[in-house]
């Protein structure tokens, strides 16, 4: 049998049916981050968004972005912050547990762009990332696995729709996108390509959330091996062989920067986005044993055993 073409391979690429295995797992990791943010957003809702906070709306009100914000609408309202910051927290539960998914994700747009127009000064690139994924998100089978949408679908006889792969495409090319930009900005860096760059970033009061120093032998290997993995990510990430790799590098990657850096939440929402770089079999198989985490020990240990047999 023929190696398929070019064609077929773009074809396959875009146009395979998901069951919406991959997409449903990214349901759940996206909706906890979003959870998280959802509550650091009411513990600071008069302070970031009221009209008596840190930014007045005679700050804000003159840009343009504005139009876009449902703080527009009553921008001195006391009553309108806390009302996003409940919903923005009642959708990403309703994202979490898989209740009009597509509707709860929309939702999480809407609100997220006003609250970032009516505070622009304490997001990062990373929110604005969750602010896009959560958009696509809308238009992806979000509850078609481990949902109450689901749940009622199997309750009533039917199966879930199968649709087409394209959509999660799209999020993992936002994803890659991310990567290769962050090369290519750090890059034409002087500061990235001697290699004290992470360790200026980590002993920066500024930047890091515990300022570590004496990093003059690591830091160079930490600098480099991040420009070398910004680079790699998205050029190898969709080999099936090297993917597990990459990804359980990455997880480790934006571990480091949630527990090292100041842009809370970022980590948090590249790893929730990996999930879109699964086929629907590996992430079955990846919830199926974080689930079942004894049968998975046992299978490693007959692995292990095997190959410890002599001959």
């Known amino acids: 049998m023929s190696e398929p073409g070019l064609r077929e391979r773009f074809s396959a690429f875009w146009l395979s049916p998901s069951r919406g295995s991959a997409v449903s797992l990214f349901r759940i990791a996206y909706a906890a981050t979003a959870v998280w943010m959802a509550i650091n957003v009411l513990r600071n809702v008069e302070r970031y968004y009221g009209d008596t906070g840190l930014v007045p709306w005679a700050v804000v009100q003159d840009q343009e ?19 996003l910051g409940v919903g923005f ?12 998914s597509r509707w709860c994700a929309l939702g999480i747009f809407v609100i997220n762009v006003s609250l970032q127009h009516r505070n622009p000064f304490i997001y990062n690139a990373g929110d604005r990332l969750f602010v896009i994924l959560a958009l696509l998100a809308a238009f992806l ?10 749940w009622r679908r199997v309750r009533r006889g039917l199966r879930a729709p199968v649709k087409p792969i394209w959509f999660q495409r799209l999020v993992a090319l936002q994803v890659a996108y991310v990567y290769l930009n962050a090369y290519t900005g750090k890059a034409g860096q002087a500061s990235w390509r001697n290699g004290s760059a992470v360790a200026e970033i980590l002993s ?19 600098t480099w091996s991040t420009l070398i993995f910004e680079l790699c990510f998205p050029v190898l990430v969709w080999s099936r062989s090297l993917r597990p790799y990459l990804l359980v590098a990455g997880i480790l990657f934006h571990i480091g ?12 929402v590249m790893v929730a986005s990996y999930a879109c770089f699964l086929s629907d079999d590996e992430a079955e198989r990846l919830v199926a044993a974080l689930f079942s985490p004894r049968r998975q020990l046992t299978r490693a240990r007959t692995w292990l055993a095997g190959l410890a047999r002599p001959g």
């Open 141 to 150: 089978p979000l509850g078609a696995r481990w949902s109450l949408e689901a």
């Open 204 to 222: 920066s009061e500024a930047l890091s959330t515990t300022p570590i120093t004496g990093l003059s032998l690591l830091g160079p290997l930490l």
């Open 257 to 268: 920067i949630q527990l090292t850096m100041a842009i809370p939440g970022f980590g948090l």
């Open 89 to 100: 927290l009642l959708a990403a539960l309703g994202l979490l547990i898989g209740v009009g």
């Open 65 to 83: 972005l504005q139009r876009f914000s449902l703080f527009s609408l009553a921008p001195h309202s006391q009553l309108l912050p806390w009302l």
